[in-house]
């Protein structure tokens, strides 16, 4: 027996369009995942990197207060300054070294939690050997907003809901067309007959064919409506996904300028924070000269040396906020898995 299905309202054909739009919509939430991931790991990475930099700042603030107290000491025992100018230089290395060590506990918790993200042993170590990627550049909005429009995953993930709720569509008027089949057979049929001692000569064998086609088309004449009321709620699926996918768009492109206006503004920030370090780089270092030569005393140093201090924690995280802004701009782009993005 054999049948063929000849019609069915392209039904295979929707089923098999529908399949594909699946499959394409699992690859943009599995694409969604990867780039949230990415981010994440690129984030906590540079996070450990500002952490260790801030390690550093300090260490180097510490190791100048050693120095300077063993030279204090020498010149208190010769009576040129004044126990109060020497309690004031071990007070602020107590200060700075309390500081450090609160600040290498940062280092190795931020560590801990990069190996997290990674899914590795947590107590992993690591040698950060990169520097905060500080590099500058000056994106044409419309160009941003042209590849968003196009690349960006939200946006593409609600498209592809859309072109399942046409499948969705087709599928549901597929009972409004008629079923065409073809059905055919055929069998063989053979008979042996024993007539024992009748002494008949003739044949005791019998032999039959028999086959079959026939030809058939179905129609549903009435369900009561189902039909319509589904193909009803479908239709206005389709129509539902259109308004998110608008609303999506709104959204994003509004995340977008939100987000290009902190890269933007975070750019002047860290120019200005980097220019305030270098200042207070050099400032500090006269200072403690000046304070060698004896022109200034331990009191003014010490604010110099707060100053030098939080100017370079500030230019440190500028420059963390500013590769924060510039991922989250390649990210919502859809950029963050390419090469490269946007013009410049």
Known sequence: NLSWTLFNGFAIRANKERLKQLENLSNGNLTLTIENTIQGIILSYYNCVLQKERVELLQK?????KSRLDYEKTKYEIGIISKIDL???ENALLTDSSNLILQQLNFTNSVKNFNLTLGINIEKRWYFTDEIDTEIKLYNFESLKGSTLSNNSNIKNQYFNIQLSKQDIKLSKVAFYPLISLNSGASYNKSNYDIGDSQYEGSTTGKSINYFAN?????RLFDGGKLYNTLRKVKLQKEINELKLEKIKEEVIHQLSLTNDKYNSRISAFNLNKKAFMIADINYQLANDKKNRGVINSFMLRDIEIAFINSGISYQQAAY?????????????????QEDFGSQ
Do not use: R
């Open 321 to 337: 906020n500013l590769m924060e802004s510039k991922i989250a701009l390649l990210k919502i782009t859809g950029g963050i898995l």
């Open 87 to 89: 309690l004031q230089i």
């Open 61 to 65: 603030v510490v190791s100048l207060l």
């Open 215 to 219: 030809f058939s088309v179905n129609f």
